[in-house]
Structure formats: C-alpha cells, structure tokens
C-alpha cells in the first residue's frame, strides 16, 4: 500500500494523492483538506459516490470550485455515507428527487452507473438543474433521443464526457456544431472498461 500511494505522490501530487488514499479507504473527514470551504456555499449535487466522484471529482471541486457539495446519492448507502462523512454533507439524501427538490443545488455531477445516467439527466434537467454528466451521455438510442428532446437547442442545461466541458478541444466541436449546416461526422476510438 505505501508503494502504491508514493507512485499515487508521483503521478498526482500530494494532495491529490491523500484524496486517492481516502477515497480507497472511505475513512474519516476532510477537515485536514477543506480548512478553506467553511465559506463556499453548498451549491452542488453529485450522483455516485464510488471512487470517481470521490478522489478525482471531489478533490478538484474542494480545490477548486468555488462551491461545494450540498448532497450526494447512491445505490449503495455504504458508499453514500462514507461520501457524505468524509466532504461533511449534513442533508439526508434518500434518492434523487431530493436532490432535484434541493433549491440550493443548481448544479448536479451524474457519475453512476453507466445505464443510469440519461435517466437521471432527464430528472435533473426538468428540476432545473444543470447536470454534468460523466461518459456516456446515454447507454441507449432510445435514452438519447429523450435527452436531445428535453434539451433541444440549449445545450447550457448539459454537459458531458468526462466533465471537461471547458477544455479546447471540446470548445471546438461546439464551433463546429453550431456553423455545420451538414451533419458532422467525428471519428472516436474509445478503450472502454466493464463497471
């Protein structure tokens, strides 16, 4: 384990790699890293609380946002709990209607399983929530075809693909989107990974 957390300090830093530690272990509370939140408003919903949510979207939320998490939900409540006590969440969270209810969330991370992302989307969206949403958008034609509805033209409502929605490259294609008056055709080769 201490071989693993030095090549964790190598490739992320330390901090970065106390975070990668707690999220494996899912013990304690963040006071050692959050000393500077107790004045970010609680703003931000996040859905799965496995690892992801917890050592990389949770590290660079209390890095660098200026918000933080308000709530969080999971299937597994064990997961949900240890979330909730190590970024100091106080709300019960019982599913994600309270979430979508929550006023003060106005943004919303989906990083569950895969199958279920479209569908919590779709809840978020209607409550007026922007969702960020990890890769894939939807597991399903028939699930895309309700979000592309739901969304239409406005495209501020959602975000998606490894909760970059910001970074140059994804800037670009949103140009080339909204100036293509043909269908544009992208090309990916994606490594993917049983969840």
Same mark, same amino acid.
């Given at each position: ?31 050692? +890293?959050?000393?500077? /939140? ?14 992801? &949510?917890?050592?990389? /979207?949770? &590290?660079?939320?209390?890095?660098? $946002?200026? &918000?933080? +998490? ?12 240890? +979330? ?5 969440? !106080?709300?019960? !969270? ?20 895969? &199958? !279920? ?6 809840? /978020? ?21 309700? /979000? ?6 406005? +495209? ?23 100036? $293509?008056?043909?269908?544009? !055709? ?10």
């Amino acid at each position: 384990e201490v071989k693993k957390f030095i090549r964790y300090v190598k490739i992320y830093g330390l901090r970065r790699a106390l975070y990668k530690a707690a999220g494996r272990k899912r013990v304690g509370h963040s006071a050692y +890293f959050s000393g500077n /939140l107790k004045n970010r408003p609680r703003r931000v919903g996040v859905i799965g609380c496995g690892q992801f &949510a917890f050592a990389s /979207l949770g &590290a660079m939320l209390e890095m660098y $946002a200026p &918000a933080r +998490f308000a709530r969080s939900y999971d299937i597994n409540k064990g997961a949900q709990q240890s +979330f909730e006590t190590f970024f100091g969440i !106080t709300k019960t !969270t019982i599913d994600v209607a309270d979430i979508c209810n929550d006023v003060s969330i106005d943004t919303v991370y989906v990083v569950s399983n895969h &199958a !279920t992302h479209a569908g919590y989307a779709v809840q /978020l969206i209607k409550a007026g929530k922007v969702a960020y949403v990890e890769k894939p958008l939807a597991a399903s034609w028939k699930q895309l075809s309700e /979000l592309t509805h739901l969304v239409g033209a406005d +495209f501020r409502k959602i975000y998606c693909g490894y909760n970059r929605p910001f970074s140059a490259a994804i800037g670009q294609l949103k140009e080339m989107c909204t100036a $293509a008056e043909a269908p544009l !055709t992208l090309n990916f080769y994606i490594v993917g990974h049983f969840l």
